[in-house]
């Protein structure tokens, strides 16, 4: 079936560092795909997300492009901030009207 | 963007009751809705999908007597927890997806922390 699968965390970086969320994909055919965020104690907010083979979604400062002959849909960023602590999550969406499948999610940590 | 409304944010219950966590969307119609079950430093479950008039599609190994879902309206879904135990204590998140097809957004709701004592 279809699966998301994320670099495991959680990953500590200092103010102004680079950035990268592994994130891969199993799925027939062609899924969006998605970077959702969770600050603490809150729901998911969508960060961005791509509909197509070499679509870059960006927000934020962040950037993900969909690679298809990777499957994968890697999170970035150039200069990460402490309010950017929180866990994100990679997710597909195969069919219309059916439910996100979710990675396990990455604790990012950012000290100043 | 669209707006997901969740309600309560958190909730304490005592072992043997019920528990109602309703969710809603404020600004557009969800004829689906989603429902899921985050545990400590984990992913989100999907439990069931809750369509508009009809009976929603429980998961394999979710408990559909257990976890209720009602949804009357285009703009409401509702869980129910029955009978309540400690280990049903969990961050609970709704979901809707406006209508359209796969690539449109999916807009959560914050999640309520239930606590069973």
């Known amino acids: 079936g279809d699966s998301v699968t994320q670099m495991e965390g959680p990953v500590t970086l200092s103010e102004e560092a680079f950035l990268t969320i592994n994130c891969t994909y199993t799925?027939?055919?062609?899924?969006?795909l998605f970077w959702y965020v969770q600050y603490p104690g809150e729901g998911l907010q969508l960060l961005l997300k791509?509909?197509?083979?070499?679509d870059k979604g960006s927000n934020k400062g962040f950037e993900a492009t969909y690679r298809k002959e990777t499957t994968s849909f890697h999170l970035e960023k150039g200069s990460v901030q402490v309010s950017d602590s929180a866990v994100y999550f990679c997710?597909?969406?195969?069919?219309?009207?059916?439910?996100?499948?979710f990675g396990k999610g990455t604790t990012l940590s950012v000290s100043s | 963007g669209a707006v997901v409304s969740q309600h309560p944010s958190w909730v304490i219950c005592k072992s043997g009751t019920s528990v109602k966590i309703e969710c809603r969307s404020l600004?557009?119609?969800?004829?689906?809705m989603f429902w899921y079950r985050q545990f400590p430093k984990q992913s989100l479950m999907l439990m069931a999908t809750?369509?508009?008039?009809?009976?929603?599609?429980?998961e394999q190994g979710v408990e559909k007597d257990k976890f209720l879902i009602n949804h009357a309206s285009l703009t409401l879904s509702t869980l129910t927890v029955t009978s309540a135990h400690p280990e049903d204590s969990s961050f609970y998140i709704c979901s809707a997806r406006e209508r359209g097809g796969m690539n449109t957004e999916a807009f959560f709701g914050q999640g309520t922390r239930l606590t069973v004592v």
């Open positions: 799925a027939t055919g062609y899924p969006s």
């Open positions: 600004d557009f119609q969800a004829t689906t």
């Open positions: 809750s369509n508009e008039g009809s009976k929603a599609t429980y």
């Open positions: 791509a509909t197509k083979a070499d």
């Open positions: 997710a597909l969406s195969r069919q219309a009207g059916t439910a996100l499948i």
